[in-house]
C-alpha cells in the first residue's frame, strides 16, 4: 500500500502519469471516492502517461475506450445497480479483451471486481484542492513521484 497527498489536480494527473508506468496488459484499476474527489483526474493521468487520447467522465456513456499501444477502457458505473446493467456494459468481455480497465464507483460492482485488481481510494482532504490517494495492489507500491 502507498499513501500519497497531492495539492491540485495538476499534482494528482501527474501522479497518476507516473503510476502508469507500473502498468501492464490486462490490469485492472477499481476507483473509490466521493463524487468530486478526483477519480477521473487520476484516469487522466494514467491516460495521458500510456500515451492514449484525453480521459473523461465517460458518466452518460458508461464506458469510454481511449485508444492506445495497450487499450485503456475507462467505466463509470455509477448507474450501474444491477448484474444485468453491468453485463450489459460489455465488462466481462473486456476484462478478457488485455486492455487496462479503469473502473470509477467500483463500490457498485464489488462482486465483479477481479482479485487481483490495484485499488485506488481518493479522498477530499480539508483544503479543497488536497486528495489523499491510498493504492493498494499496485506491482510498484513505491513507485517515484
Do not use: Q
Not at 42 to 55: N, P, T, W, Y
Not at 105 to 112: D, G, M, Q, R, V
Amino acid at each position: 500500500m502507498s499513501e500519497h497527498i497531492t495539492h491540485s489536480r495538476e499534482e494528482t494527473v501527474s501522479l497518476a502519469e507516473k503510476f502508469s508506468k507500473t502498468l501492464k496488459k490486462g490490469d485492472v484499476i477499481a476507483f473509490f471516492g466521493d463524487l468530486g474527489a478526483g477519480k477521473t483526474a487520476f484516469v487522466s493521468g494514467i491516460s495521458k502517461g500510456l500515451g492514449c487520447r484525453d480521459a473523461y467522465s465517460p458518466t452518460f456513456a458508461i464506458v469510454n475506450d481511449y485508444g492506445g499501444e495497450i487499450p485503456l477502457i475507462h467505466f463509470d458505473m455509477y448507474r450501474i445497480s444491477t448484474w444485468a446493467d453491468l453485463e450489459s456494459t460489455g465488462y466481462f468481455d473486456y476484462l478478457e479483451s488485455g486492455s487496462i480497465i479503469c473502473i470509477e464507483w467500483s463500490e457498485n460492482i464489488l462482486n465483479a471486481l477481479p482479485d487481483d485488481c490495484i485499488k485506488i481510494d481518493v479522498k477530499k482532504l480539508e483544503n479543497e484542492n488536497d486528495r489523499k490517494i491510498v493504492i493498494t495492489g499496485a506491482r510498484d507500491e513505491n513507485f517515484s513521484h
